[in-house]
T-cell receptor, first 115, second 112 residues
Framework: RKEVEQDPGPFNVPEGATVAFNCTYS??????FFWYRQDCRKEPKLLMS?????NEDGRFTAQLNRASQYISLLIRDSKLSDSATYLC????????????????WGAGTKLIIKP | NAGVTQTPKFQVLKTGQSMTLQCAQD?????MSWYRQDPGMGLRLIHY???????DQGEVPNGYNVSRSTTEDFPLRLLSAAPSQTSVYFC???????????FGQGTRLTVV
């Protein structure tokens, strides 16, 4: 089982709709959580952090459910420019030499917004 | 502020050749890492460094070497390229609080 799992999609969504996707993680030592956005043939960029109390940034809302070990991303009033792959990232505590944390990346969920 | 600069953007190698992917950051981050990204898979950690002179292996280190002589630079060396190393490679620099990873533009490597 992968440490961080995401539905690969693609999610085909009409412009203006609301779309949500989840990400599950298996390591209970996970400390912090993030959503990154990756455009086609580009590098990933931080979209938002995910806090225990939830986090909202404009049309984007991220939620964390520690009991069920998943995080979610909700996009309201979707725009054509939201088309991208969304990567779920979990920061886990490890005991590697001189490093206490490691980022574990999901494979991403592809989102396509159609006009 | 350039952030993370990674070169080259594209490279084609023949099996058995060696090459070095360059990565430099100007944010004074201690933590740097190299990932490879293959279709349908998440970013997989190749090697990482928590500071100058300190490196360690990640999830998929075989066939790669790294060094960290300065805080700014973290080159990745392919020792003897194999077709299985065809991938997109990303260098990343992570801030002290592990709150954000900054990536280079990526290197699309094809080994024939």
């Amino acid at each position: 089982r992968k440490e961080v799992e995401q539905d690969p999609g693609p999610f085909n969504v009409p412009e203006g709709a609301t779309v949500a996707f989840n990400c599950t993680y298996s390591n209970s030592a996970s400390q912090s959580f993030f959503w990154y956005r990756q455009d086609c043939r580009k590098e990933p960029k931080l979209l938002m952090s995910v806090y225990s109390s939830g986090n909202e940034d404009g049309r984007f809302t991220a939620q964390l459910n520690r009991a069920s070990q998943y995080i979610s991303l909700l996009i309201r009033d979707s725009k054509l420019s939201d088309s991208a792959t969304y990567l779920c990232v979990v920061n886990i505590r490890t005991w590697l030499v001189d490093s206490n944390y490691q980022l574990i990346w999901g494979a991403g969920t592809k989102l396509i917004i159609k006009p | 502020n350039a952030g993370v600069t990674q070169t080259p953007k594209f490279q084609v190698l023949k099996t058995g050749q060696s090459m070095t992917l360059q990565c430099a950051q100007d944010m004074n981050h201690e933590y740097m890492s190299w990932y490879r990204q293959d279709p349908g898979m998440g970013l997989r950690l190749i090697h990482y460094s928590v500071g100058a002179g300190i490196t360690d292996q990640g999830e998929v280190p075989n066939g790669y070497n790294v060094s960290r002589s300065t805080t700014e630079d973290f080159p990745l060396r392919l020792l003897s390229a194999a077709p299985s190393q065809t991938s997109v490679y990303f260098c990343a620099s992570i801030d002290t609080g592990y709150t954000e990873a900054f990536f280079g533009q990526g290197t699309r490597l094809t080994v024939v």
